[in-house]
């Protein structure tokens, strides 16, 4: 039986994509470790589910033209209930010059100093990065952990209102889509990006080892994963109010509910307007739980789905691990999202909640399947 590998070594493997990182020595200067962001605030409005970008579907060989929808009663046809059959509305961008002044999101005006504000979340993003790193990183086409943190707050300045800094990984993984590969990012609004890992600000907790780990976020093909924090990546700071390392959900709005129906209990979360069924299902290869949430009548309706990899990670809380999420009964272990790999034929994006990994895995893979609906 398939299992998803909860040590971080195997984790590395997991994916001929991911770069297995063999470094091991950290730096001794603790002044340099960046300090921790306050993110428990949360807003008075709804919380943004990020689009995924994703518009097309897929099978087991890789795209494929999508099936006939609504699913039936039986959840047929095969593969029904895909991230792409759910509409989702297009992710729009503002591109800026140093003034402050809109400009077009195009590939080919993008200059040092341009910023990108991002309207959904409320941040603002570098827009141009450099070929190689300054002060602090050296001169190198990427920083360590803690050099890229010194990076994002030398690049403030008496001008501006707002500080940069580096982003948390919740923050950089709403620049992610998943409907294109190579690069894993609006090309137009951020042309040039590195189809490789990014720092974030967010340190890794699920494994106790003597090295430093902090969460990275691959623009490539879309994974986030924990990489040793003296190796080298590239950054882009964020300035803006933080966003909640909960993926935009807040640990106090999530509410139990109090009907019953074949022992299945739902939770509202009240910031992102989705309900999540209680007990999910275990061991179900990809089309299988597909079928299983379209099928599902819970709390005397029939409106649940697979969800997509963005609403499945509004759950994660990376500061705790097995799960890593705040959410009450959640299985801690590789659960199945709706969005299916756009670099890697037959795959399908999952969470693992042991650690809050995002990766693919090949379709015929049994994991967990959590239902949701729309409430809000």
């Avoid at 993926?247 to 129906?261: N, P, Q, T, V, W």
């Amino acid at each position: 039986m398939f299992e998803i590998r909860r040590n971080l070594w195997i984790t590395l493997a997991l994916s001929p994509w991911l770069p297995l990182v063999l470094s091991c020595c950290g730096s001794d200067d603790a002044a340099l470790i960046p300090e921790p962001v306050d993110t428990d605030s949360q807003g008075e409005t709804n919380a943004p589910i990020i689009p995924t970008g994703q518009t097309s579907c897929y099978d087991e060989t890789g795209e494929m033209a999508c099936t006939e929808f609504p699913c039936d009663d039986h959840g047929n046809p095969d593969l029904c209930g895909q991230d792409a059959q759910y509409p989702e509305t297009a992710r729009t961008f503002t591109c800026r010059d140093v003034d402050g002044n809109a400009k077009a999101c195009s590939m080919d005006n993008a200059v040092p100093g341009d910023v990108v504000h991002d309207p959904l979340t409320g941040l603002t993003w570098q827009r141009v990065l450099p070929d190689t790193y300054g002060a602090p990183c050296q001169q190198s086409a990427g920083c360590d952990w803690q050099q890229a943190a010194l990076y994002c707050q030398r690049l403030n300045n008496q001008k501006s209102d707002e500080a940069w800094r580096l982003p948390s990984s919740v923050e950089l993984e709403s620049l992610v889509e998943f409907g294109r590969s190579f690069p894993a990012i609006d090309p137009r609004a951020f042309p040039n990006t590195a189809t490789t890992y990014f720092w974030s600000s967010s340190e890794y907790v699920g494994v106790a080892l003597p090295i430093h780990l902090a969460w990275m976020i691959n623009f490539g093909f879309s994974s986030t994963m924990a990489g040793f924090t003296d190796d080298l990546w590239p950054v882009r700071c964020v300035r803006g109010e933080p966003a909640d390392e909960r993926a935009f959900a807040s640990r106090g709005g999530i509410e139990k509910g109090d009907a019953r129906l074949d022992t299945t209990l739902s939770y509202t979360d009240e910031h992102t307007g989705l309900s999540w069924q209680v007990e999910g299902a275990m061991e179900k290869t990809w089309s299988a739980a597909l079928e299983y949430c379209e099928t599902s009548i819970l709390l005397g309706v029939a409106d649940w789905r697979l969800p997509n990899v963005n609403e499945l990670k509004t759950l994660l809380d990376r500061s705790v691990y097995h799960p890593a999420s705040m959410l009450p009964d959640m299985a801690s272990g590789g659960t199945w999202s709706a969005t299916a790999s756009d670099a890697l034929p037959g795959n399908a994006w999952f969470v693992d909640f042991y650690d809050g990994l995002v990766s693919d895995g090949n379709m015929s893979n049994p994991l967990n399947a959590l239902c949701v609906r729309n409430t809000g």
